[in-house]
């Protein structure tokens, strides 16, 4: 074991004390930790599991916590505090890429280059957790998906209320800022396809969709379908669905409630429709 890994190992042990205090604040210490650098694990229990590759590290605070880190230069980070039915995990798969899940039932994963997921909030339960993925597939670059601040509602198929935001293929922005379902609605955003971004801010039961990889986001979108150069967004708005398809179409939506169904807004063609109004 060279000196290298172990001095690597003491150094991440105190990054992850050093992030326990920053996250969990006023919740308390966590009971578990564990530290991976370059394959080299330590600490394993209440739960927390952190494994490696070469040249990578993965970190996990807290019980039931699960990060892995596989790849070149890529990491992972879980932290959570969390009962024995809740889960928060980090997965980051490729070369210079980062996944950091915070807070209960949190769900952060890359798969590709360069990508970036970032999940923070409460999810409902382990098996729906706030959710933020960053590529889909290995040759998926340059992607950032940010989901910070909300919550998913329900545990069972019947109920659940998914809260999760996805950026795949090559260099797309998917973010969500403090958006969460509504009663009746799920929140979806992403950005699939080339050079996209889709946002949601402060609006619940959105989905806001530059591109559609989710099935039944958009009616008149068939699943799978990508798009180049677009934008869709939504502000402080609920249950709306906002669809842009490049290129160059930009969908928006600003302080309106119920813009879905007929009333959707939606753009394919290069210009602009905001709250249905359309240019040119």
Do not use: H, W
């Amino acid at each position: 074991m060279s000196m290298n890994k172990v001095t690597g190992g003491v150094l991440l042990g105190a990054v992850a004390s050093g992030l326990a205090a920053t996250a969990l604040g006023g919740a308390g210490a966590a009971s578990a930790t564990c530290a991976s650098i370059s394959g080299l694990s330590a600490g394993s229990s209440g739960g927390s599991t952190c494994t490696s590759t070469p040249t990578s590290f993965a970190i996990g605070i807290g019980d039931n916590t699960t990060a892995i880190a596989n790849g070149l230069f890529t990491g992972a980070i879980a932290v959570g505090d969390n009962g024995a039915n809740d889960a928060t995990r980090a997965a980051s798969t490729g070369a210079f890429s980062l996944a950091l899940a915070l807070g209960k039932n949190t769900f952060a994963v890359t798969n590709g280059n360069l990508n970036l997921a970032v999940a923070q909030g409460q999810g409902a339960s382990k098996d729906n957790p706030v959710s933020a993925q960053a590529g889909l597939t290995p040759g998926d670059n340059l992607n950032v998906a940010l989901n910070l601040g909300g919550t998913s509602t329900g545990t069972t198929v019947r109920d659940a209320k998914i809260n999760g935001v996805l950026a795949a293929g090559q260099g797309n922005l998917a973010a969500n800022i403090g958006g969460s379902p509504s009663a009746t609605r799920s929140l979806i955003v992403q950005a699939y396809g080339t050079g996209n971004a889709a946002l949601n801010v402060g609006g619940n039961g959105n989905f806001v969709s530059a591109g559609a990889f989710f099935p039944g986001t958009e009616p008149g979108i068939p699943q799978g379908t990508k798009s180049t150069l677009g934008l869709a967004f939504n502000a402080l708005g609920n249950d709306n669905t906002v669809t842009a398809v490049g290129p160059l179409a930009i969908a928006g939506a600003i302080g309106k409630d119920g813009l879905n169904g007929a009333n959707r807004v939606i753009r394919t063609t290069p210009g602009l429709n905001i709250n249905g109004n359309s240019i040119p």
